[in-house]
């Protein structure tokens, strides 16, 4: 009599990763991994051709979730740990980039930067509604000619009596044309501050970056600041210097470490079952072993971008995680998850080439991921840094 075959397992499942995660963790992972089938899933693919998102209506849902900066304490923010947010991250870019952006600019940029910089009235204004999704918010520090280097930022703001008065222009600003609030760094004659800029200030316009081949699922903005008024109170007062906006990058960075192993991971499970079902040669695709060890060195690679993630999130929720080694997870998880987008869309031909399957998708994304909230250079010199003592930077 023949044996029956072992049963097959999810790529994580041989990592044992599920075993890592406390019940609430689980929870709160299943009950994002829910919406995003509900909700999202059946959408994308005509999202993603239009390049348009119902950004306002999604924000309101993931509101109601919970996930708007859901690491963060009071103000109608969820207070959950830093690995469940990183979890929900991961469900989100599972189903597309875009999405986890939209909910990374909210939570760890925009209001990331209030709750940590704002006054108590600031974070009063603006911090229920942006946890509501009610509000949202955008993150302005890259401009045309600095992305890399925000240091250079030339858009300015200085002051004229109590009020100041901001000018210049802010680049590839992710949820720019939709948000109701701008977090906009500038240089002062006291070094770069934050500054808030509510939607329909005179002077202040959002223009959305369109003909994108990445990142279709998220808007993407220009803001221009043509001599904005803005009272004394509009300054973010606890923000001084670069290091306010770069400790912002670091929280989004982190939801990338997670997120960028969600979409690996819907690549390969796509991908799997797709190449089980296929036939070529008469026999399954998945039964070649050329396949088999294209699906082998992605698993070990999907895996070991989990348990990093994870240990990074445990981390975190130590107190422990340091700046560059948000760089480590940052670099390795997307620049892997990358590779496995593409590697998944060879396996799947000519029919990965639509939007009837997500690798090419993915692939399209993570090629901003890779670039944005530091590139995979910048982090390569913060590591090599950190390994030297040496800075290569300039
Ligand atoms: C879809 C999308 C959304 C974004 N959302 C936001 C947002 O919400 N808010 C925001 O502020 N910004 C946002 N950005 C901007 C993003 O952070 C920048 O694009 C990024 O920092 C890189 O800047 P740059 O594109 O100007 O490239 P540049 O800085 O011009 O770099 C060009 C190339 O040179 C390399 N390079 C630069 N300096 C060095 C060096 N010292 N050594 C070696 N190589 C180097 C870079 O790695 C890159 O390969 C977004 C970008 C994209 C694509």
Not at 328 to 356: H, S
Request: charged letters at 20%.
């Amino acid at each position: 009599m023949a044996s029956t075959p072992p049963a097959a397992q999810h790529p994580l499942a041989l990592f044992g990763v599920e075993e890592l995660l406390t019940d609430d963790e689980r929870e709160i992972r299943d009950t994002v991994r829910a919406f995003v089938a509900d909700r999202v899933r059946p959408q994308l693919a005509e999202w993603y051709e239009a390049g348009h998102v119902p950004a306002r209506e999604l924000a309101v849902e993931l509101g109601k979730l919970g996930v708007l900066g859901m690491h963060l304490t009071g103000y109608g923010c969820a207070g959950t740990n830093a690995v469940s947010y990183g979890l929900a991250c991961a469900e989100l870019e599972a189903a597309d980039s875009g999405l986890r952006s939209l909910v990374s600019v909210q939570g760890s940029l925009a209001m990331y930067a209030i709750h940590a910089f704002g006054s108590e009235a600031q974070k009063q204004r603006w911090l229920p509604e942006l946890a509501a999704g009610r509000a949202i918010g955008c993150f302005g520090l890259t401009e045309p000619d600095f992305g890399s280097n925000p240091g250079g930022m030339r858009t300015r703001a200085r002051r004229d009596g109590d009020d100041w008065v901001l000018s210049g222009s802010k680049m590839w600003i992710t949820n720019g044309t939709v948000a109701d609030v701008a977090v906009v760094w500038a240089r002062t004659d006291d070094g770069v501050r934050g500054f808030l800029v509510p939607a329909g200030t005179p002077g202040f316009t959002a223009t959305e970056i369109t003909r994108k081949l990445s990142l279709r699922v998220s808007v993407t903005a220009e803001l221009a600041f043509d001599d904005v008024r803005l009272p004394a109170e509009a300054m973010l007062p606890d923000a001084r210097g670069l290091r306010a906006p770069l400790s912002c990058l670091d929280e989004a960075r982190f939801g990338i470490v997670f997120g960028a192993t969600g979409a690996a991971r819907d690549c390969l499970e796509t991908t799997i079952a797709w190449a089980v079902d296929r036939q070529a040669f008469d026999r399954p695709v998945a039964g070649f072993q050329l396949t088999q060890q294209k699906l082998v060195d992605m698993t070990l690679e999907l895996g070991k971008a989990t348990l990093l993630a994870l240990h990074l999130g445990r981390r975190k929720d130590a107190g422990s995680l340091r700046s560059e080694q948000i760089s480590l997870g940052k670099l390795n998880n997307v620049r892997e998850a990358l590779t496995i987008a593409r590697e998944c869309r060879t396996i799947l031909a000519a029919a990965g080439i639509t939007l009837d399957f997500s690798p090419l998708r993915h692939a399209n994304n993570l090629e901003s991921v890779l670039t944005y909230e530091g590139t995979s250079e910048v982090h390569t010199l913060v590591l090599g840094q950190a390994l030297t003592g040496v800075p290569a930077f300039r």
